[in-house]
């Protein structure tokens, strides 16, 4: 009973409301800062980068480009009129400025070196675009061999959304399905793909099936990932391994695609896109975790940002949550678990960077849907104090048997050894033309045993495992030996491929 | 002897002016388009002495009126279709709700006016109806008892965030290039370009023309830029026909459709735009000259053999002077050794229409 009072104390001081500037769950050690935008200018951020010389530099809804000088804390104004800037990429050898805008992708220059950009040169304007206000463009990542990536939204198509039927066009339903019920469309090329451009300026279409890929990211050998959004034919925001060719699931974006030329995409049936269907790496469950991912950023900070190195962390624009990813290649595919990391900050978390020193810049706006804390607009640091080790799940792994769920503490040995204190849920989702899926067939189980390392650091959860299925793991009853319970205490992992024997 | 009984009168009126009412002051913000302060208090039936001060550097008037904000977008709607007469008027449109009025006011200078506050405690509207500037340039006077009780309302504060959400982007002394998506545009590529003369144009980075002009103020993104978006941003001035349809410069053959390419645009100095026509190499640059419908158009063609064709419409536009080139019904023909850098000035014939309607 005593034991039982004294966590609650702890889970209280981790995850009541302490300050306005404080997240309601944040783990040990890492503290949030708050930065000053520029007074009085409107600031979505939209791509944020590190120039060599270790000024920042954000690109915003509003079209502008800012420099921040982090050291002397000062503001100044490098571009501005762009439309819609939603991602940056810097050389980090010749400082080469990008951006990547709703019609291109435009290098800025700043010919007579007065500090600001005074020649605006279109890079890339190869896909389509209306003044359909879906029409995104993301981005901007760049891999070792100088190739740009980005992602493109689908329309917003459905006449009873979108101002005009002029952009009705390419929404898909497929037989059996109220026509409605295609909301996302294709009014211009290359909606809802994610593309290439080379060196030399080639434009090349590269995977499909994006709905509204608003962040993406890549790791240190070059394998790119994206966030989508939950919508139609997306069962629930996820997360994507992006490779040459793949389908991602929401059909619209195959009418640019030379093997459906002329083809009627509403007469092919919805088992011919589930089969070309590559499943998200991660699904991240609607409501629960988030709502709008943002971008995805892996960290390389060497152990200066706490122990998750090379995981991934991800922000959502509208729980502005911080959450955490570790990927888990099994029989030679991404899928992974996530976790909830920080709850939440102070508005909708869409673009992050590391700086030298380890710390997650974080790049937020809210855009006018309600994002959890409530400010438009804002730029946050998350440091890591550098000694503190937060009691956190640190992993779990898919095993033949069952799960290996590490921590970065010694569990406290009782109990880890009681199977009943590792609830776990797992369903499916619904591939369908419907915005989201529920649930689809959630079981419950208690694994059949659990067996902890000599460490007390590693606990394999045994049972038996379906695939295609989202398994929940609630740790809320662990504690480690000092009794502390966890600030984040849900795992869910998505299981597509199962372990065999001897992968 | 009437020189000096008028003299003895203004002088009398000066000290009237001075000794009898109370003294107000509101002034001009420099290139921000907004009035300092916002806010004024004054006592409720007193006879207000009201100077105001410009010191922005385009021209303001200022008039005070009974109505919210709404009857105030009205009274700035009527100003604008003073149209022509508008210059003279000062742009102050007639209306029984309008408690006191100063014309046009130029960069640098003061007027004066004195009127009677009020009876009636409560809030009323000032504003600049000058054509554009109606929706940044907005305050408030209060009427109250008592003046010295109202301390902390004087602070701009609350304006000045209301200011901010607005959205309207003004032209100061240089420039402006803001990539937009207006209403009635069917382009997803098109540029504003909105310069220090008051002129503004439509450029289309995909079609290559200039799309339309406007004259007075710029442009407003606010239902594009904040909040969900999904609106258009909108005109601040009062636009007229280019004429010009799409890819209106032809290498060699005024029937052919080119292969173009859009390269991108300099700020430095009047904006220029850089594109690829069949392969040859383009820059573009656009001003405005008065009374108001015209604009002209620098184009510099990279050095080839043919012949250079700029179409235009012979119904939308009168072409008023080219430095190069035959004209024919709706083309103007520039023989190759000519096209190195010639200029084209079309004047609207339409008479000009506010803003751009929403879809």
Redesign the interface.
Known sequence: MKTKWLALGILSANCLLIGQQTPNCIPEGYHVETIDTPP???F?VGGMEFAPNGDLFICT???DVWRYETKGREWSRFA?????ALGIWIDPKSSDVFVI????I??LID??MDGT??????FN?SW??????H?YAFGLVRDRKGNFYGTLNTSLSWPGWA??Q?WNIGRVWTEGYPASEGKMGRA?KYRGWGFQVTTDGKFIPFASGMRSPAGIGINKDDELFFTDNQGDWGASSSLHHIVKDRFHGHPSSLMDHPEFKGKDLNKIPIEEYEKRWSRPAVWIPHGELANSPGEPIFDYTGGKFGPFTGQMFIGDQSRSNIMRVSLDKVRGEYQGVIFDFINHLQTGCIRHVFDGEGTLWVGQTG???LSAGGKEYGLQQVRWDGKTLPYSIHDVKLEPNGFRVSFTKPVALKLAEDPNNFPIEHWGYHYHPKYGSQKVGTLKLIPRKTSVSEDAKTVLLEMDLEKKRVYKLNFRKIRNRNGESLVNHLAWYTLNRLKKQYD | MITLWLLLISALLLLFQVVGGEEVKIGTLHGKLRFDPEIIVVPKGAKINLLFENQDEMIHNLLIAKGDSKHIDGLAKKALDLGARGMDLGFIPEDPSIIASIGLVQPGETAKVSFGAPDENGDYPFVCTFPGHALSMRGIMKVVEDPSLVKAATSPEDL?VKK?KNGAIQVGSLP??????FAG?????S?AVGLPSGYSYLFD?EKLNVRMGWKGGFIN?NN?????????CSILGKRFASGIAAFPIRIGDPTKVPETR???????GNPTFYYEVDGIRIEQSTTGSPPGKELTHNFKVAKQKDDVFFLFDPEKVQLSSTTAGKREKGTLRVHAKDSANFVVSLTSLDKGQEGSPE?
Do not use: C, M
């Open positions: 009085d200018e409107y979505g809804r509003e079209g501005d009129g762009l439309h819609e805008q709703r019609p291109e435009t290098q010919s007579d950009a005074d020649l605006y040169k279109t304007a389509g675009v209306t003044d359909n206000y029409e101002r005009s002029k211009a855009r006018g849907w | 000045s901010q402006r290039v803001v990539r937009v998506h545009v069917d382009s997803g590529r540029i980075a993104v594009d830029r904040r909040g969900r978006g999904g609106g258009l859009f390269l991108g645009y300099s700020r430095a879809l």
